[in-house]
């Protein structure tokens, strides 16, 4: 198997001091992930689960408590600060909020050129110019020259994701990181943005991890989707196969949660989501942290956390009993 384009190992984030009552908030507590070239893969999970701060320290826009994050083979933990700048023109955030991320004060030209600037990309100022319509043409915002000139504020609010995207394109990344990228904008552009990401991917060969807690939204692009609970990945596959047949009870109750394509299909009791409150990270529970949630929990399961582990080609899932709920 060929090295992964992104690669993170039993990363830990702890928020807080480790030393203090409780040992801090445990925001990751031993996740691995990893995403090829050209790959889409869904973070999902409710708020709160760690998937933003997944990210954030994938971008090494936060330092990790422990575990590695490794870019095309390279710890970025050990990078001199010249090589992380190099790195980073390989990786690029796309923020959840469009109406935040983009400085009011710039031009869209200006905004989508900065990265360029920083970088010593493009070339003379009428070639990076031309390089920023190119980058305005490719995110659907035609014709190029009616964006160059305006502000943020005159855009609506799929038109400044564009601008976002073709800003975090403008390096030539590997790797778009892209946080809620949709949760913030209208139902009815929704999916022109994420049909513009699985575009980009194909056609540029950029691997994009997803973070969103809607699995509609990872099942309309992703390949492969990974589950969060309380800092720990529960469950991961080929999206297909883990949404068709959940094999984590909490995987179950996010699937049950969303809208049926089907209205006459009646949920089972077992899988609506538990009304119990999510554990605080800063608390958790012995044993498996969904245990006061989940409708199957047993005394093993309050007493043993069960580990991430195999149950078909690409699947895995953290459940005493992954193999049952699978069969439902």
Do not use: W
């Not at 990309?121 to 009428?126: F, M, N, Q, R």
């Not at 502000?151 to 809620?180: F, K």
Request: charged share 25%; with cysteine.
């Amino acid at each position: 198997m060929s090295a992964p384009l992104l690669a993170i190992r039993d990363l830990v984030k702890v928020y807080g001091a480790p030393g203090a009552p409780g040992g801090g908030v445990r925001a990751l507590d031993g996740v691995s992930l990893r995403l090829d070239s050209g790959e889409m893969v869904a973070l999902v999970g409710e708020s709160g689960s760690g998937k933003s701060t997944l990210l954030a320290v994938a971008a090494a826009l936060e330092p990790a408590t422990a575990g590695r994050v490794e870019l095309e083979g390279r710890d970025l933990a050990t990078c001199s600060r010249s090589e992380l700048r190099a790195l980073r023109r390989r990786v690029q955030v796309v923020f959840q909020d469009p109406y935040e991320s983009l400085d009011p004060r710039q031009t869209i030209g200006d905004i989508v050129a900065e990265p360029l600037v920083v970088h010593g990309l493009g070339g003379a100022p009428d070639e990076r110019t031309a390089r920023v319509r190119e980058l305005l043409a490719e995110v659907g915002l035609e014709p190029p020259e009616f964006f160059l000139a305006r502000r943020p504020a005159e855009l609506s609010g799929g038109q400044r994701q564009r601008v976002a995207i073709a800003s975090a394109l403008a390096t030539g990344p590997a790797l778009l990181l892209a946080d809620e990228p949709v949760s913030m904008l209208d139902v009815s552009v929704r999916a022109e943005i994420l049909n513009l990401l699985a575009r980009l991917r194909r056609t540029h060969r950029i691997a994009v991890l997803l973070v969103t807690h809607d699995l509609a939204t990872a099942a309309a692009v992703a390949e492969r989707v990974a589950v969060m609970y309380l800092g720990r990945i529960v469950e991961e596959g080929p999206t297909r196969a883990v949404l068709a047949a959940p094999a984590h009870p909490y995987t179950r109750a996010l699937v049950a949660a969303n809208p049926a394509a089907d209205p006459s299909r009646r949920r089972a009791r077992d899988e609506t989501l538990p009304r119990a409150e999510r554990a605080d990270a800063a608390a958790l529970p012995s044993g498996c942290r969904f245990h006061p949630r989940c409708p199957r929990a047993e005394e093993r399961c309050r007493a043993d956390e069960p580990a991430l582990r195999p149950l078909a080609p690409g699947r895995a899932a953290a459940c005493h009993f992954a193999e049952e709920v699978a069969r439902g």
